[in-house]
């Protein structure tokens, strides 16, 4: 893409010498910073890709632009925005592309100054004009690019912030646009992006599965941790720095321990605690870690020393064949229907389960999303295609309600069958 210089550029030769100054040490642009910063890169050929996969959806859609926003929570994980330059934000509620039907995206970071240059070199390969937000004012530096492409009676479309919980751009910023574009017409969509992101390219695909070394380096390191004495926070620092030691990204890490002998736990612990491990304690836990945004998740049982027959009996009995009976529905062309009627072996025999049984991974968990009473799919995700990821969690709960096994592993769709993107062994792991 062509760089593009502003009227608020910045340039470096003009603002070098007063760097201690706000508005120049904010809108440089094109200093020497960072120059030596080495960062992956897709191909130009992928975010052509990309783009042109969007710009068809707009323009069935009558758009002629979209703002496409990406936050730092699980449920938006960078979403459009980092589909569409590479850049995960973690400064802001969420940053903005905004994209033309004809003409060059823009980005909106939300700071300025030497940040800004960083993610200038971060997102090089997929957009040349990256502003900043002017301490906020997302919505104002969006109006000035639209007027500057002719699109101020444009019809746009806001894409959402949080797909899963249908947030879009807070209200001040969308009063912004009204105002600065009274003859706009601004309307919410939904789902464009998951529906862009259902089937992965060859590119993507090479990330799920470097995500799927990264979370499997999570287990082995908490593994290693985990031992009598240790609170279960040290297991989530553990894991972190191993996905972190990998060049990876943190999702999340669910943590939790309890007695065998007295369980009271039926899922790891969304914040760990400081809960000291004991010797006779099981682990259960949701490890997911991402690389370059796309994200794998892993979960399996841990035991702090033997566990009592029953534990392994539950296991070998149910934890595991559920979980086996589960991955092989894994298949392309097999219906959604087939892995929620895999999951009808808990109550067979005679012991329940978390609701959720499986779901998909776009960017992070996304549809669908397969329960034990229903299946919520999309109509493009209902039938399971090459490229699709699938995250098959079975959560066997004894039938007391006392004690349960999370077990999952995230799987590639591929051509005659299903590839998991990690070599985690299907064991229940004893620790000490």
Known sequence: MNAIITPHAGNWEEVRHRLDQNAAF??????????????????AAEYKRRYDALRAKMREMGLQAA???????????????????????????????????????????????????????????????????????????????????????ARIGLLEVDPRHQDHMPWNQVETLKKGLPHAEIVMTHGIMHELLSVHSTEELDCVRQAGKLVQAAMEALIERARSGIPEYKLRAAAGAAILEGGGDIDFLIIGSTPMAD?????????????????????????????????????????IGQPPIEVSRFWNDIAKPGFELMAATLKPGAN????????????????????????????????PHIFKEQAHAEPFEQVLRPGMVIMPEPNPITPDGLLGMFVGHTYIITQDGAECVDDFPLDLIVAE
């Not at 809108?27 to 897709?42: H, K, L, S, V, W």
């Not at 736990?265 to 991402?290: K, T």
Request: hydrophobic share 35%; charged share 20%; with cysteine.
């Open 336 to 367: 959604i229907e087939d892995i929620r009627k895999a999951g009808d072996f808990f109550r067979e025999n005679g012991v329940q389960s978390r609701p959720i049984h499986a779901h998909g991974i776009d960017l992070v968990s996304d549809g």
């Open 26 to 43: 904010n809108r440089m642009r094109g200093t020497p910073y960072y120059r030596d910063a080495i960062y992956e890169q897709f191909s």
């Open 67 to 153: 703002i496409v926003p990406g936050g730092p929570s699980h449920w938006s994980w960078g979403g459009g925005m980092l589909w569409l330059t590479g850049h995960w934000e973690w400064h802001a509620l969420a940053c903005y592309v905004l994209v033309p039907l004809e003409g060059e995206p823009t980005l909106v970071y939300s700071m300025g100054g030497t940040h800004c240059e960083a993610t200038r070199r971060e997102v090089a390969a997929a957009i040349a004009d990256v502003r900043g937000s002017r301490g906020g004012k997302y919505a104002e530096v969006m109006i000035e690019r639209l007027k500057e492409l002719g699109l101020e009676r």
């Open 263 to 303: 369980p009271a736990m039926v899922f790891g612990n969304p914040r760990p605690s400081q809960r000291v491990l004991q010797h006779g304690d099981i682990i259960n836990m949701e490890l997911a870690a991402s690389y370059r945004g796309y994200t794998a998740q892993i979960g399996s049982p841990v035991c």
